[in-house]
Every structure is written in C-alpha cells, then in structure tokens.
Nanobody, 124 residues
C-alpha cells in the first residue's frame, strides 16, 4: 500500500518559517510526481507546489512563488516544503500527494491519486 506521512506543521508568527516533510513508502517513489496541497476552512484544496524526480520540473502556485521551495530526497523517499516569510493567509491543513501523471503540476489536483493525512500550519 502507498503511504504518505506528513510532519513539520505547527504554529508560527507571520514572517517566520517552517519546513514540512513527507515520507513515502509502498511504491517506486523516485518515478512519481510529488506535490504539496493546502486547504483552509471553507476553501477548496489548492495545489501549492510539485516536483518531478530530482527537480527536473517544479511548479509553484503564484501565491507562494518566491517564498516556498519544494525539494525531494529520493534516497530517503522524502519530499520537503520549505516555507519562508509565512503569512496568515498560509494558514491551512497541508497535504502531501503523489501522482504518476505527466505533466507534474500541483494545479491539476485530480492527477494525484495518493494522499497523506495532512499537517496543520497556523500563522498568526
């Protein structure tokens, strides 16, 4: 079974930083597109960033471009989301997801078949 487990969420003041991690198991991790998504109460799930292989291709939502960085360590089957200059609008549940589709775009939420349980990020 595919398993994705997020960690690293928490509460932080505006302007601060957090790094989210997502550990993957149960499939050929290195060949999959990995993405980060978020969902705030009352809002639709939003694709934040995605990465293909070792960064051959990356995508960022306009709202996070220049502040967030997605990366992956295929040796550890882990994908990261470094979040800097956090704003209250970044408050949401953050999810990691995997896709075997191309292109690798977090904007195409329906392409992602495997999802983690989420980790909460609160910015005040």
């Amino acid at each position: 079974d595919v398993q994705l487990v997020e960690s690293g969420g928490g509460s932080v003041q505006a302007g601060g930083s957090l790094r989210l991690s997502c550990a993957a198991s149960g499939y050929t991790y290195s060949s999959y597109c990995m993405g980060w998504f978020r969902q705030a109460p009352g809002k639709e799930r939003e694709g934040v960033a995605s990465i293909y292989k070792e960064g051959l291709s990356t995508y960022y939502a306009g709202s996070v471009k220049g502040r967030f960085t997605i990366s992956r360590d295929n040796a550890k089957n882990t994908v990261y989301l470094q979040m800097n200059t956090l704003k209250p609008d970044d408050t949401a549940m953050y999810y990691c997801a995997a896709s075997d589709q191309w292109p690798c775009l977090a904007a195409q939420t329906a392409d992602f078949a495997y999802w983690g349980q989420g980790t909460q990020v609160t910015v005040s």
